[in-house]
RNA sequence: GGCGCUAUCGUCUAGGGGUUAGGACGGAAGAUUCUCAAUCUUCAAACCCGGGUUCGAUUCCCGGUAGCGCUACCA
């Protein structure tokens, strides 16, 4: 039976980077008819928070893509004891009572390789149970095989063959003198106990893999699959973080700016893997029918935002705008319309669920963003126009004498014409011929008149949608506007 | 510093001992159209460098360079 985990750590809202992990290990059970364990990995209890906690399910919610069991590691802790006292009981881990260096972490320094602490390795079992018993605090350290010339080996799906000599491995902590696991430990210990038989996961921990080979072996177990993928970079090649890039790595951003989590999640498909058949738009069942850990190149991507974004639109990556663009024109009016309707009204306007449903497909190869129904659709919403400049009514070719002649033409027509595409597309045209103007010369005062703006969706339909009131309202306004321009 | 991983258009990628090195996004130009968008057509744009192996390397090997990761009683 296959198995895979998604491992997150609740110590910050849920990442890209993260969110892509996700969405790999899930396409992957999928695929294979697997399980999919969501398992949080909370043994860092300073820096656990609630609200991390909570980001991370409302982005993995927002995914909408689902999991079979759930697990936190901060329940298990008898566990994680029990697989590090198998492993001392065998003699590959002792007893460290070096005092932890509390900020000897820092990358400055003498940059020596260290891998083990004097003194405590060679320590006779006598002697470590004496000073344990007499309360002594310690560390557990892994007993790594020094001077053996031992290879420790596994192969990644991705990167393939790996081994790296022991004695470049230092003796790495399994429990901290407080008692609790450190990850290694944890990890491994749940990953046996949960049976995983696949682990994908950021290649950030390409090299940890050796350790963990370690103590899968040392419990007496056999170490799963593992797949390593590409990291997520930013533009100049360093990974993404919050402090230096800002928004555009938490998953939510991309919620709030109105992304379709299939769409969102189609992007992070196509950084590091592809399904090498030219494809790109694809649908969620398309892409669980292609994924395979085959098709994982090795190379880091790059989200490609602009550094300091100006707009909301160089926020993102444009391959995941565009393919945003994709997916709304792909849904069904109704969903694509049910999509936008929370969105304006969390705006202040109060819109029908009909009146949307009428709006919807006049924006929808308009918009990138769902977001963009605020732009996009303004004047549907709007009671009273917001100002414009009347110049905008005056054609192409043409003059405000022109615009005047065409607006108050246009206010007779509209008053008797039906509100219907086919009858106002035939009334507006034939007044324009008789006008002896271009039809685009008839259009766009009105089109300014109507939506403030010259760039608006097609004007017939749009009239329809708005209705004769609103309509003649607003020519009358921009007739008055024209004529108080002339004076 | 040590160890590991990586290197194809600006970006995501396909490919692979002999190819006009393919696709997509973005860019440019054009077509269409009542504007915008969508759509369609066309164009520009890449194999990190140096050695080796070979009849022939962008592809295989070695070295360099650069980037990234790990080097915590963080995960």
Redesign the pocket.
């Known amino acids: 039976m296959l198995r895979v985990r998604f ?3 609740p ?1 910050g809202f849920l990442h890209v980077g993260s969110a892509r992990t996700f969405i790999f290990n899930w396409l992957y059970a999928r695929h294979n008819r697997g399980t999919m364990v969501l398992r949080l ?4 209890v300073e ?1 656990n928070t609630e609200a991390s906690m909570n980001s991370i399910f409302e982005g993995l919610r927002w995914l909408g893509l689902g999991w079979d069991e759930e697990y936190k ?1 901060s329940e298990r802790p008898a566990l994680h004891r029990q697989i590090a006292h198998a492993i001392f009981q065998k003699g590959l881990a002792y007893r ?6 509390a900020g ?2 820092e ?1 400055s320094g003498a ?4 891998l083990f602490n004097p003194g405590m390795r060679e320590l006779s079992r006598v002697e470590s149970d004496r000073r344990a018993s007499a309360g002594e ?3 557990l350290r892994f007993r790594v095989p020094r001077g053996t010339g031992d290879e420790i080996r596994f192969t990644d799906a991705v ?2 063959a ?1 081994a ?2 022991a004695d ?1 491995i ?1 003796d ?2 399994l429990l ?3 008692g ?5 430990l ?2 491994c210990a749940d990953d046996i106990d949960l049976r995983i038989s696949h682990i994908i996961r950021g ?6 893999t050796f350790k963990h080979v370690m103590i899968f072996e040392g419990a007496g177990a056999k170490p799963p699959q593992f797949a390593h993928l ?2 997520l ?1 930013a ?5 993404l973080s919050k402090r230096r890039h800002g928004p555009v790595v938490s998953v939510t951003t991309y919620r709030d700016a109105g992304f379709l989590p299939e769409a969102f999640i189609n992007f992070l498909c ?5 399904p ?1 058949d ?1 494809r ?1 738009n694809m649908t969620q069942q398309e892409l669980i029918d292609a994924f395979s850990l085959e ?1 994982i ?8 935002f602009k550094e300091p974004a100006a707009t909301p639109e160089e926020t993102f ?3 995941a ?2 393919l945003n ?2 997916h709304i ?1 792909a849904l069904p009016v109704e969903d694509l319309s049910s999509c936008l309707l929370p969105i304006v009204h969390e705006a202040g306007f109060e819109i029908t669920v009909e009146k949307m449903l009428a709006i919807t497909p006049l924006i929808r ?2 918009i990138k963003l769902l977001r963009d129904v605020l732009t996009a659709a303004d004047f549907f919403f709007v009671g009273q126009l917001p100002p414009y400049d009347p110049a905008e009514l005056i054609p192409q070719k043409g003059d405000a004498a022109m615009a005047l002649k065409v607006l108050t033409g246009a206010r007779e027509i509209l008053a008797q014409t039906e509100f219907k595409h086919d009858p106002l ?1 035939q009334a507006l045209r034939a007044a324009a011929q008789q006008m002896g103007i ?3 010369q008839m ?2 005062p009105i ?1 300014v008149a109507v939506c403030g703006r ?8 749009t009239l329809a949608v708005l209705g004769r009131d609103t309509t003649l309202e607003r020519i009358d306004e921009a007739i008055e506007k024209l004529q108080q321009l002339g004076n």
């Open positions: 491992a997150p750590s110590t990995d909370d043994t860092d820096r590691q460290d009572f070096t005092p932890a260096h000897d972490s990358k940059n020596q390789t260290w605090p310690f560390a990167y393939g790996q790296k000599s470049d230092e790495f902590a901290r003198s407080d609790m696991p450190t990850y290694h944890a990890s290649q950030d921990h390409l090299s940890n590409p990291l970079v533009p100049d090649g360093s990974k196509l950084l590091g893997w592809s090498k030219n790109e098709g190149n090795r190379a880091n991507a790059v989200v490609n990556d444009p391959k705008l565009w663009a994709e024109r190869e308009r597309d271009k039809a685009g259009f766009q089109r010259k760039n608006a969706p097609p004007l017939f339909e």
